[in-house]
Structure formats: structure tokens, C-alpha cells
């Protein structure tokens, strides 16, 4: 099964900029929809990003829509989410998570890496 792990973590000041990496274990990966979410202390899970397979297919959550961009290097088995302009709302713990098509749930999940942005 693949295996994903994310990194690129850390603290930053608002305004400031993050790279997140997510690397999958299994070359498979280069088939799979990738999606970036983020869960902060006290809230539910939400969706930031997606790219699918060919990185075609593109979406952002309108709460980061002009400041995050999601690509995927297939070769390298990886997907990234640049994250410029950071607000102490992006605080959170982001995931990296992957399906297989498009009628599926995002059934393979990171651990997580911590994103914290100071005022």
C-alpha cells in the first residue's frame, strides 16, 4: 500500500512563506489524485487543494485561492503546496491524502506536519 509522508513544516510570520512536500512510497502514485487539507486546534478537517494525475486538473479552497499553488513531480513521486502570503488562520496541521479516481474518498492519508504562522 503507499505510503505517504509529508514535510516542510514550521513556524513562520505572517506574510511569510512554506513549502510543504508529500513523497508516496510506490511509484502508483503518479496515477493518483493528490489533495492537501488542514485541520486547526478545535475544527474539523477541510479541503485546501487538489491536482490530479496529470496536474491538469486543479483546485483550491476559496480560502487559499491566489496564495497556494499544488504541483506534483511524478518522476520524483511528489506533491508540493507553495504557500505564500501566510495568515495566522493557515495555523494548522496539513495532510497530504490520496485517492485513486475521482469517485473515490480520499482513502490514504499522511501523518501530518504542523504549520504554525505567528502575527
Known amino acids: 500500500q503507499v505510503q505517504l509522508v509529508e514535510s516542510g513544516g514550521g513556524l513562520v510570520q505572517a506574510g511569510g512563506s512554506l513549502r510543504l512536500s508529500c513523497t508516496a512510497s510506490e511509484r502508483t502514485f503518479s496515477t493518483y489524485i493528490m489533495g492537501w487539507f488542514r485541520q486547526a486546534p478545535g475544527k474539523e478537517r477541510e479541503f485546501v487543494a487538489q491536482?490530479?494525475?496529470?496536474?491538469?486538473?486543479?483546485f483550491y479552497a476559496d480560502s487559499v485561492k491566489g496564495r497556494f499553488a499544488i504541483s506534483r513531480d511524478n518522476a520524483k513521486n511528489t506533491v508540493n503546496l507553495q504557500m505564500n502570503s501566510l495568515k495566522p488562520e493557515d495555523t494548522a496541521v496539513y495532510y497530504c491524502?490520496?485517492?485513486?479516481?475521482?469517485?473515490?474518498?480520499?482513502?490514504?492519508w499522511g501523518q501530518g506536519t504542523q504549520v504554525t504562522v505567528s502575527s
Open positions: 491524502a490520496a485517492r485513486a479516481r475521482v469517485i473515490d474518498p480520499f482513502g490514504l
Open positions: 491536482i490530479n494525475w496529470t496536474g491538469g486538473n486543479i
